[in-house]
């Protein structure tokens, strides 16, 4: 049962019942992307070369394909919901804050998707 | 809607060097989020083949291209470690202003420790991609 009034609820005050949720899949995330983040960074700092073959020779072989989606996918859903924090409090006016949060999805919405196709692009290639 | 509570009131309080952390962790999140951006355009460029490849390479190995990565490099190091310290937090885990002194004090040092470190890696003879 509800003890906030009908009037609260239809004004938005309140509670949006969905604040836990992001606050834990920001921590979920986290713990995933910290192993993640590890292993690209030793990775990409003991890459032997910068030109395409080994770039793409790295990039398609074995787990690295799986890794690496993985870290762009968690990686721009934790950025999405740090950079939409920093937004709510830096970003003053209901319009000007809506237009960032949704800037701000879209961005990383599809820089994931962008991401995780172009690995897969190079991965397939590279199998075939 | 006009008048909800703001958070970061932040003016009001007396400045202590863990909020220096606090605020370095956002200011190194964002710039993370931007790091991602080009992380993922190298990867799109790679899809791309070789042509598209060959016409971003020199971005990637002047010495502007590795200072951005030296400072990528810094903030996801900083970043990871005074995450681990959030995440320790969230476990109800070292919350006194002792403890939080403390492994604020861990943090920087084993960021800048560990940064000199992958710094030096990016700014070697004959490194890679960094």
Redesign the interface.
Known sequence: MSLRAPLARA??HGTARDGVGHWLIQ?VT??AL?PL??WL?FA?????????????RW?GAGVHPVL?ALT?LI??WH?WL??QV?I???VHG?LPKTIALLCSLF??VL?AS??V???L??ALRSAA | ?AERP???HITVYRWAYTMTLSILH?IS??A??VA??G??LW??S??LG?DA??RI?PL??GVPAKLLMALA?AA??YH?CN??R??AW?LGWGFERADARRSAALVIAASLIAAAV?IY??FRPG????
């Not at chain 1, 990409?44 to 793409?56: C, G, I, M, Q, T």
């Not at chain 2, 490194?127 to 960094?130: D, K, P």
């Open positions: 004004l938005h921590r986290a713990a910290a983040a590890i960074l990409l700092l003991w890459l032997p070369a910068a030109d395409y073959a080994s770039v793409s990039i690496l762009v990686g721009a950025a740090g950079v920093v709510e409090d830096y209901f961005v990383h820089l962008s991401g196709y172009a690995v692009r190079i | 809607m703001l958070s970061p956002r999140g964002v993370l989020a991602l951006l992380f993922v990867l799109v790679a899809s070789a490849y060959a390479l990637l190995i490099v996801l190091i990871l995450g681990l959030h995440l969230d992958c890696l990016i490194a890679g991609i960094a």
